[in-house]
């Protein structure tokens, strides 16, 4: 309940879930998280009986090899889902036409570590940021600390332009916030 900032239901679901993001699509009223520690990404919606409920619905990556999902971003439209998993470097797109039966569709490694994915409100980029933790990250040539800006095409991720946090002596690369400004001469 938001006015009076007090849960309605406590959900439990194993492992660590770390984001939880809402559709945004008109009509929608559910959010799919991702469980770090379990590799799963859960649906929470309300059932027949309108009680909310958490509803394991797909595996990220394979659970044996600890790709430890640390970030997703969904599309406005609510009809896929980025997910980043950490260990193994990977950014992985969901089918969520289904939200009760999600489909990996895309995957690539960008990176030796990856954290942060947001998108672009139409869908057309995807950001991607490295560090985790300072004491999580990754030693050496792994411990990459970069925002990487992609496009997509629908089919494949094209890096765009990097910034190298390391290089550029700019710390760790954890957190984006972008926001967008209307344009008042496209209005004219």
Known sequence: DMKSMTPKKVLSVPGAPLEIRWSLKEGDNWAITASALTSKLWLVKQDGKGEWQAKDVATIGDPAKIPLPVDISIAADGKSLWVNTFMDG????????????????????????????????????????????????????DNEQFLKAFDWDGKELKEKFTVDFNELKLGRAHHMKFSAKTNAAALD
Request: aromatic letters at 10%; proline letters at 4%.
């Open 90 to 141: 990977m950014t992985r797109l969901f089918d969520l036409s289904n939200p009760e039966a999600p489909k990996e569709v895309y995957s690539k490694k960008t990176g030796a570590q990856v954290n942060m994915v947001s998108q672009s409100w139409d869908g057309k980029r995807v950001y991607i940021t490295t560090s985790l933790l300072a004491n999580w990250d990754k030693k050496g040539a």
